[in-house]
């Protein structure tokens, strides 16, 4: 099939690539003109592993093309997806104008009727917007599908490839028709494609996501209990996750859920739950317990250190809001290096991947190094917010060796509090007993 992918971002970069290698031809387009300019030199504008090998392979077989030229793309396809960024607004919803316009810009460019994919995580009664747009705008009867993507970034190319299902919110079966077609190579392992009306599929992707946000809301909060009761969070989490119908998976303490999906999702999904009179009181306390989670690392430090962090100095390991992505958005690192930074503190950081991201808004107040160890040096302490696998086995002599004092705040509880207690270390984890 002729497909446009329209936004070329996290979502329509890895849905563009992925459908271009299962045969179709594509054109993703953006209108960030810098972003389309880099592909085409073979720049990726993200860190998604292995994407960059299946961009050059689709490129190279002259299936997958980039433009910022957008109307070009919807010119000759049958299917368009819409893949635009959906941000959240200040009043908490999510910001359709993106949506909107690239509508707006199909209805006005289209020469036949097409499919419309909207792959944006968008709110309850967009498809129905779109749709009036469309027909305003132009003269063809173009279908519209509620297609949200579930991938999660650091696994996008086999969440996409290998979904646990997908969802089509469509009307005629004809559309569904043009669906199971595209997507039929996808699911040849048994997993389901569901299709259901509009409105249902936009809201299941809210119901994902926000379950999800509560899940680890719920594990963040017992763990702050499990430290007043004298339990430990990991036993906590065993013990209870191993019924089935509670699940081990998903269920980890930490920092705080960031990225650029559940904070805004979360707020969307309260937006409309208040907009139809049903406040999600759920939802609620969800982002609040999320809220004071990312300043949880900030306050064990104060508590170890107090008040005012003049002449300390920190190494942080970790930026991104989880590993295997450089996305900075809502991460949890920036609330614990703002705080320390205003207690006058000073910190170097180190990430695998994020440390361009996140420079943009740290800029120089913070010393970004070359490597784990190199930010060790005269540290007071280590402070792990993302657990990169590389973190998890670290190299013992040199921490002991660089750092200044031998104390670690262990965000993500990936270290064994034994072995560091055997070394002299104080560890301070998430939800355990501090040793
Ligand atoms: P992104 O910000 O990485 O990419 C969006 C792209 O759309 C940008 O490159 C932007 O320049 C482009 N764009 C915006 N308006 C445009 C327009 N009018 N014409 C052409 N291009 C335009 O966003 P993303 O992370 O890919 O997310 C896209 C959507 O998918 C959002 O609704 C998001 O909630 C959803 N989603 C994201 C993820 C994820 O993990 N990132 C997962 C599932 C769903």
Request: aromatic content about 2%; glycine content about 12%; proline content about 4%.
């Given at each position: 099939?002729?497909?446009?992918?329209?936004?070329?971002?996290?979502?329509?970069?890895?849905?563009?690539?992925?459908?271009?290698d299962l045969g179709h031809d594509v054109v993703c387009a953006d209108k960030d003109e810098q972003k389309i300019a880099g592909l085409l030199e073979g720049q990726m504008p993200i860190y998604e592993p292995g994407l960059d090998q299946l961009v050059a392979r689709n490129v190279r077989e002259g299936r997958l093309q980039f433009t910022a030229d957008t109307p070009s793309a919807i010119l000759g396809c049958e299917v368009c997806y819409i893949?635009?960024?959906?941000?959240?607004?200040?009043?908490?919803?999510?910001?359709?104008?993106?949506?909107?316009?690239?509508?707006?810009?199909?209805?006005?460019?289209?020469?036949?009727?097409?499919?419309?994919?909207?792959?944006?995580?968008?709110?309850?009664?967009?498809?129905?917007?779109?749709?009036?747009?469309?027909?305003?705008?132009?003269?063809?009867?173009h279908e519209v599908v509620s297609n949200p993507e579930f991938l999660k970034e650091g696994s996008a190319v086999n969440d996409f490839t290998?979904?646990?299902?997908?969802?089509?919110?469509?009307?005629?079966?004809?559309?569904?028709e043009v669906m199971r077609r595209l997507y039929h190579p996808l699911v040849r392992t048994g997993k389901p494609i569901h299709f259901m009306d509009n409105r249902s599929a936009e809201l299941s992707k809210y119901a994902a996501n926000a379950f999800l946000a509560t899940k680890i809301s719920f594990i963040n909060d017992l763990a702050n209990l499990c430290e007043r009761v004298g339990a430990?969070?990991?036993?906590?989490r065993r013990g209870a996750g191993s019924d089935s119908r509670i699940g081990l998976r998903f269920f980890f303490p930490g920092v705080g859920y960031g990225g650029s999906c559940f904070p805004k999702d979360v707020q969307a999904l309260m937006f409309t739950a208040r907009e139809y009179g049903h406040p999600l009181e759920i939802l609620e306390a969800v982002e609040a317990v999320n809220y004071r989670q990312k300043q949880v690392l900030g306050q064990k430090v104060i508590k170890r250190f107090g008040e005012d962090l003049t002449g300390k100095h920190f190494a942080i390991w970790g930026l991104s809001f989880k590993p295997r992505t450089d996305d900075m958005r809502e991460a949890p690192s920036l609330v614990l290096i703002e705080e320390l930074l205003q207690r006058g503190a000073t910190v170097a950081a180190y990430d695998p991947e994020a440390m361009e991201e996140a420079k943009h808004t740290l800029g120089d107040r913070v010393a970004f190094g070359d490597s784990s160890d190199a930010v060790l040096n005269g540290a007071d302490a280590l402070v792990l917010v993302t657990e990169w696998s590389e973190f998890r086995n670290p190299d013992l002599d040199e921490l002991k060796q660089r750092m200044r004092q031998r104390i670690i705040f262990d965000g993500r509880n990936i270290y064994d509090p034994e072995l560091f207690r055997e070394i002299g270390f104080e560890l301070y984890a998430i939800g355990r007993p501090s040793v």
């Open positions: 099939m002729d497909i446009a992918v329209i936004g070329t971002g996290y979502v329509g970069l890895v849905a563009g690539t992925c459908l271009a893949a635009v960024g959906t941000p959240m607004a200040e009043d908490g919803s999510a910001s359709l104008s993106g949506v909107l316009a690239v509508a707006k810009l199909i209805g006005e460019t289209a020469t036949a009727a097409l499919t419309v994919v909207i792959k944006s995580t968008v709110p309850v009664g967009t498809a129905d917007k779109v749709r009036e747009i469309l027909l305003e705008s132009g003269s063809h009867a290998s979904p646990d299902r997908i969802i089509c919110g469509c009307r005629l079966p004809e559309t569904e430990d969070v990991d036993a906590v």
